[in-house]
């Protein structure tokens, strides 16, 4: 072979070496990106957040009513309705209230979650409703279920989230939490008070307020009002029933408070951390509406190999995962 022969043959194989390894660096290329590819639309379907929507804005499917002295989802007086995408708490049936306490349930239990919702009151409080019902409503949580509760028990055991609306005069703070048959933790110390104030703002007539609760589930719970954390507990628990502020207990029969009258049960389980509970809303004598009824999970598959994995996620169940 002569020299030309010889270098045609050379820069033939540097050409067709040089395509292949070009053709190689092409396919590898497309290789990394659509890893790449995969991998980000994986995580940020992780970040995705998953919003239960609890109201669906057209009827009360989902959700149990339980008022005291009426049976199991005997909505006396259409107390509970949907009007314009509200759940709203109407006494225009009644001609005076005769401690007809309500609420309202979501059909399933919640351990770790994020809770929003909008609440306002509007008008007037109903005859005969006690003057500290005036504008005072709440949203329940960690609470027993609607098909537990006694005929004619007037509030469950239960951590309440209490809203309130402001009188004109003074301040008067919401997102505080009261206990029926419960308590918390503050700082280090059990707080028996019944009720512990927030430091929320006063919202004085029919304005719209948004609500926040996460809710870590015997660990913490903590209210957020119009983007302002208001008041943060730990330990909910158990009690022997209403207790004063001293650790007294205010009489044995939790009957009498009208929380309960299966007491001996009730009163084996005090100092016992509530883990997980349903979520009520209240009705208490005064008009109140509710709406963006929304909650975020916090409880879920970990793994971040599954399907369902979620960075968000605080409390890790691996029977939820998905593979």
């Known amino acids: 072979m002569n020299h030309h022969s010889k270098l045609s043959s050379i820069n033939h194989f540097s050409t067709s070496t040089t395509f292949l390894i070009f053709c190689f660096l092409i396919v590898f290329t497309a290789c990394q990106t659509q890893d790449k590819t995969t991998e980000a639309e994986s995580n940020k379907a992780a970040e995705a957040e998953d919003w239960i929507t609890l109201f669906n804005g057209k009827d009360l499917s989902g959700w149990d009513i339980k008022l005291s002295g009426y049976d199991l989802n005997d909505n006396y007086n259409e107390t509970f309705v949907v009007e314009d995408s509200m759940i709203r708490v109407k006494y225009d049936n009644y001609d005076e209230f005769n401690d007809a306490f309500g609420h309202m349930y979501y059909k399933d239990p919640f351990s770790y979650y994020k809770l929003v919702f909008d609440y306002r009151f509007v008008g007037d ?13 709440g949203v329940m949580l960690h609470s027993q279920s609607a098909e537990s509760n006694e005929f004619d028990q007037d509030f469950p055991v239960s951590i309440e989230l209490q809203l309130l609306g402001g009188l004109n005069e003074g301040e008067r703070y919401t997102g505080n939490v009261c206990t029926p048959g419960t308590a918390v933790v503050m700082g280090d110390t059990v707080n028996y008070n019944h009720c512990i104030n927030s430091t929320s703002k006063t919202y004085n007539g029919d304005q719209w ?55 001996a049960d009730w009163v084996s389980k005090g100092g016992e951390v509530i883990t997980e509970g349903y979520i009520a809303l209240q009705a208490e004598s005064h008009p109140i509406d509710f709406k963006n009824i929304k909650l975020l999970n916090l409880c879920g598959c970990k793994d971040e190999k599954a399907k369902n994995y979620k960075s968000y996620y605080l409390k890790d169940a691996p029977e939820l995962c998905e593979y």
Not at 125 to 135: E, I, M, P
Request: zero cysteines.
């Open 125 to 137: 409080q109903l005859k005969g409703g006690a003057t500290w019902n005036v504008r005072n409503s």
């Open 209 to 263: 307020v948004h609500v926040e609760a996460i809710v870590l589930g015997g660990e913490s719970m903590s209210f957020i009002i119009e983007g302002d954390t208001v008041l943060s507990f730990d330990q909910p628990q158990i009690t022997k029933g209403f207790i004063d502020a001293d650790g007294e207990s205010v009489g044995e029969d939790w009957g009498s408070f009208g929380v309960t009258r299966d007491e």
